[in-house]
Structures are given as C-alpha cells and as structure tokens.
C-alpha cells in the first residue's frame, strides 16, 4: 500500500509569498542557489571548523574521544530563495514530505551542486589554520549525514522558529500540523519532546543565511561518525518537519 499524505498547503496569514507554490522543480531551486554561491561576495559567507577552539560541548562524549570535526558555513542569500528552499512546496522540508528516503537523497543531490564552490570559497589560511584540506571538506560534504538546512537564527542572533508560539493561521498545513494541534492538546505528553518538533516543524520562517553542515569526521582515519539523536534525522523531518 502507498503511504498517502494529506496535500501541503499554507494558512491564511501567509501573504505575498506565492512563489512558495509555484510549480518549479527541487533542482531548479538547486541550480538556482548554486549560481547565487557562485557569486556570493565573501563577506557573505562565514566558514568554521567545529568545534569551535577544538572544544567539544555535545552530549555525546565519543565526539571528543575520537577527535571529530566538520566544516560548517552560514551563506547570507536572497531571503525569497532561502524562503523557497525551507518552506516552498518545492524546497528542502517538501522533499523530506515525500518520504524520508527521499529527502536524504535530495539532500545529498542539493549539496553535490553545492560542493565545489562550497570549497572554492574557503580561504586556505583557513584550513591551514584548522589542520585540514580540500579533501577533508570533500569528504565530510560527500556523507550522508552532511545537511543543507537554513539558520534558525538570523544575523541578528535572533531565533526564527518561535517556539511555542501561535501556529494554525500563519503555518504549513499537512498531516505535520495535525501532530502539533495534538502535541497542544497534552496526547503525546509521554514523547513530549519528540513529537514537539512538529511544532516548530509547520512554522514558516523567513530565513537569512543558508546553513551547511559536513557531516563529522575521526581525526585519524577520517570516517564518518553520526551521534544517535541524528541517526534518524530524515525519519524525524519525514515525520514532523523538523529535528
């Protein structure tokens, strides 16, 4: 049997943004974006090795033990693109909708478009810096679980997904609201904080900085290492919009 989901529509309060239906493709927007970081002036672009100063502050302590790092960069683009690419019937989330498969291919297909130039714009005092090179980049962009996400904060420091805040009107509507009005309404109080995702998960927000992350690497054999809250990332975005 096909999994059927309900269509994905937008609420009432979400005005003069059209382009969010239009019927472009997932790879238009792609190509689209990919010119935009091709021209991007570099006082756009911010790159960093993390953990920041090699300090690791995750829960997961294997992180520190195996001396991981990833690259990361926040992209200041067009705000109706960066709008298009989270919230558009054609962006990142609406893959992810289709089934989570899918959207971690979409994904790794986003971020291939992506990766050269992501490269050409790091300054090699850089990686210099960091210990690294243009293979470590390559390598930890090419992993599954390298993203293409938006920044949840502006440049202002200020959080764009308000959480808790009022949804039904200004949201996406799809079978993702229907989890937030029951996580609202006390059903999924013995998952809470699993199932509040879907909160934030139907919110429109309008980003300014598009956010890549690689995906972490060993420091001696350079192999991939997913922490266990992210291992069922695309499950999770499948399931509520959000992780």
């Given at each position: 049997?096909?999994?059927?989901?309900?269509?994905?529509?937008?609420?009432?309060?979400?005005?003069?943004?059209?382009?969010?239906?239009q019927?472009?493709?997932?790879?238009?927007?792609?190509?689209?974006?990919?010119?935009?970081?091709?021209?991007?002036?570099?006082?756009?672009?911010?790159?960093?090795?993390?953990?920041?100063?090699?300090?690791?502050?995750?829960?997961?302590?294997?992180?520190?033990?195996?001396?991981?790092?990833?690259?990361?960069?926040w992209?200041?683009?067009?705000?109706?693109?960066?709008?298009?690419?989270?919230?558009?019937?054609?962006?990142?989330?609406?893959?992810?909708?289709?089934?989570?498969?899918?959207?971690?291919?979409?994904?790794?297909?986003?971020?291939?478009?992506?990766?050269?130039?992501?490269?050409?714009?790091?300054?090699?005092?850089?990686?210099?810096?960091?210990?690294?090179?243009?293979?470590?980049?390559?390598?930890?962009?090419?992993?599954?679980?390298a993203?293409?996400?938006?920044?949840?904060?502006?440049?202002?420091?200020?959080?764009?997904?308000?959480?808790?805040?009022?949804?039904?009107?200004?949201s996406?509507?799809?079978?993702?609201?229907?989890?937030?009005?029951?996580?609202?309404?006390?059903?999924y109080?013995?998952?809470?904080?699993?199932?509040?995702?879907?909160?934030?998960?139907?919110?429109?927000?309008?980003?300014?900085?598009?956010?890549?992350?690689?995906?972490?690497?060993?420091g001696?054999?350079?192999?991939?290492?997913v922490?266990?809250?992210?291992?069922?990332?695309?499950?999770?975005?499948?399931?509520?919009?959000?992780?």
């Amino acid at each position: 049997m096909i999994f059927q989901r309900k269509e994905w529509r937008y609420g009432t309060n979400v005005k003069n943004r059209d382009y969010l239906s239009q019927g472009e493709t997932f790879e238009d927007l792609a190509e689209e974006i990919s010119a935009l970081l091709r021209i991007a002036d570099q006082s756009k672009i911010r790159f960093v090795i993390q953990p920041k100063d090699g300090k690791h502050k995750d829960d997961d302590p294997l992180l520190k033990i195996l001396k991981c790092k990833r690259p990361a960069w926040w992209i200041q683009l067009d705000q109706k693109v960066l709008d298009k690419f989270f919230n558009g019937r054609m962006g990142i989330r609406a893959q992810y909708y289709v089934s989570p498969y899918h959207g971690k291919k979409m994904n790794q297909y986003f971020l291939s478009k992506l990766l050269d130039d992501l490269i050409q714009k790091v300054p090699k005092n850089e990686l210099k810096k960091h210990g690294v090179d243009a293979a470590f980049l390559r390598t930890s962009l090419s992993q599954s679980s390298a993203k293409a996400w938006i920044s949840e904060t502006n440049l202002k420091g200020e959080k764009i997904i308000r959480a808790g805040g009022h949804f039904d009107d200004e949201s996406i509507q799809n079978d993702w609201l229907d989890i937030a009005r029951d996580v609202k309404n006390g059903i999924y109080n013995d998952e809470y904080q699993l199932y509040y995702a879907a909160v934030n998960g139907v919110q429109t927000p309008v980003p300014d900085q598009l956010e890549i992350k690689g995906a972490w690497l060993t420091g001696t054999k350079q192999l991939e290492y997913v922490t266990p809250d992210k291992r069922d990332r695309h499950c999770q975005i499948f399931m509520f919009g959000f992780s």
